[in-house]
């Protein structure tokens, strides 16, 4: 199986669950992990597995002013976050499987969700995100909360697996 998992992170977390996603994706096959500013617009005809991943701000994924209020706020932000990557696919996507994560504080549905946010947007280039999951943070800089990385790297197993 051939994975790529592109992911932005503002304060690191979302960095680490894409890395941890990553080890379990490679217990079976390639995964690369690729910074949203760096991800490729066009997408390898090999790919097996596109995982999406990013913060949740404001409920949603973040857009060019909540990643200027994270920078403000000590972040390393990018001006490119997943929201404007999606943007550049092609429609349909080239990818026979779309999964998404994100991170946020808070377990309550009443957050939001970045993974929620970016499965609706992937219905604009005909695709169905197979599996939405978020990851938790204990606070806005983090740390994740006890045992994420763990089921972060468990995750990636399943989804070569299923």
Do not use: C, Y
Request: aromatic share 6%; charged share 25%; proline share 5%.
């Amino acid at each position: 199986m051939n994975s790529l998992v592109v992911f932005e992170s503002q304060f690191g977390n979302t960095e680490q669950v894409a890395q941890a996603i990553a080890r379990g994706l490679r217990e079976r096959g390639r995964a690369q992990v690729v910074a949203v500013d760096e991800a490729p617009a066009a997408l390898a005809d090999d790919l097996d597995l596109l995982v999406i991943g990013g913060p949740t701000h404001a409920f949603a994924m973040s857009r060019p002013d909540s990643r200027a209020a994270a920078l403000s706020d000590g972040a390393d932000a990018t001006e490119t976050g997943e929201r404007e990557w999606l943007r550049t696919l092609p429609s349909p996507l080239p990818v026979p499987r779309v999964v998404t994560f994100s991170t946020r504080q808070g377990h309550s549905f009443l957050t939001g969700s970045a993974a929620k946010s970016a499965a609706k947007a992937l219905r604009s280039h005909e695709s169905v995100a197979a599996e939405v999951v978020d990851f938790f943070v204990a606070g806005k800089h983090g740390p994740l909360e006890e045992g994420e990385l763990v089921r972060a790297t468990e995750w990636g197993r399943h989804l070569v697996e299923a």
